[in-house]
């Protein structure tokens, strides 16, 4: 038995039996995990999501606060950053972003392994030359930078969905581009992630051979209805799926290789019975806060714990109603429909018995195979 097995089988048990009990007490772990939206503007006007109808005219938070927010003593232990937006590289400042958070990792964020950025691909020149002058500073940091480029449709369908004409033709640049600099800078990993629509179904095919081809890891999944992150409950009605839908998604991820298999066979149980059963650690080792300061412990419910504008971090997080909040966590109606990929992805090593009932399942060299693909051994180092 090697130290990285005997290690992952001794903290995954300890992880389940500590988040068990604080989820009985409604107590806050250690934040390993953190979505940070550091603007709600966006170029694009995408048929899914709601969060570009924000007010133009309400501040993005500047990038003093933002390093000053990662900077807290809560975050010590944070091995994943996600950043989002609207659109983040349309702040121009976003290198700065970049090299505090290098800065930070000396003191603050130790612990810090990833730094992931979801990016529509539209401002392929203020992409690239953002990651040209921080990538250097990444790599020296020993942070790995996860550039995810949102991708509907191989083709020109792409444009319709993000209602923007030549979205396609602009994302497929942006890619070939950022594949030139992954030749030159290890630290920087591809990949795609689709919205899976009523009108895309039929691309996803595509979607998949495209990423095969550009060496790209997918994250395919449904669009998600919330009135928190996406801010689209109107949209319900016209983002439906029909059992036609459903079925020709399931077929989709049946015959499907390579992938994440846990999130695939969640999927499929879940378009099959109409109701999502897997376990989350939002609340207790994730939290995601908007660009105007409101603090969710999970982002697709509606209910947020407090605003940074009001009140600290300690405060919010450790407060009565974010104890409330986290007790109910797996038993909102959200979450019975919760097909995130990324929340299920941060609970696997919190909450702990899940995986290594994987690893049983599975056995030790696939299981381990999917650990290191998905990045998951970064939190058992």
Known sequence: MTPSFFRLIIYSAYNGIKFRYLRLIGKTGSPKALSLEITHRCIARCIMCNIWKIPADIPDPSIKELLELLSKDIFSNLVELDITGGEPFIRKDITGLFSGICRLKKKNLKSLKSIAVTTNGLLTRQVISALEQSLPL?????????????????????????????????????IRELKELRKLFPNLILGLKTTILPINIEELDGINCF??????FTIISPCIITPGRYLNPELADSLKFTQKDKNKIIDFFQKRSGGWQYHQDKLIQYLKTGVMKKNCTCGY????????????????????????????????????KSSQIRRKIGRFPECQVCTEPGLERYALPCEGFSYLFM??????????KLHTHMGLDMYFE
């Open 138 to 174: 990444l790599k020296d940091s020993k942070i790995h930078l996860v550039v995810v480029c949102a991708l509907d449709s191989a083709g020109s369908l792409h444009d319709n969905i993000r209602n923007y004409k030549g979205a396609w033709e602009k994302v497929r640049h942006t």
């Open 285 to 320: 080792n994730y939290y995601f806060i908007r660009s105007s300061g409101e603090v969710f412990l999970c982002p697709l419910i509606k209910e947020g714990a407090g605003s940074l504008k009001k009140a600290s971090l300690e405060s919010i997080i450790n407060s009565k």
């Open 211 to 216: 990423a095969e081809k550009n060496d790209l």
């Open 359 to 368: 690893l049983l399942k599975m056995g030790k060299k696939s299981f381990f």
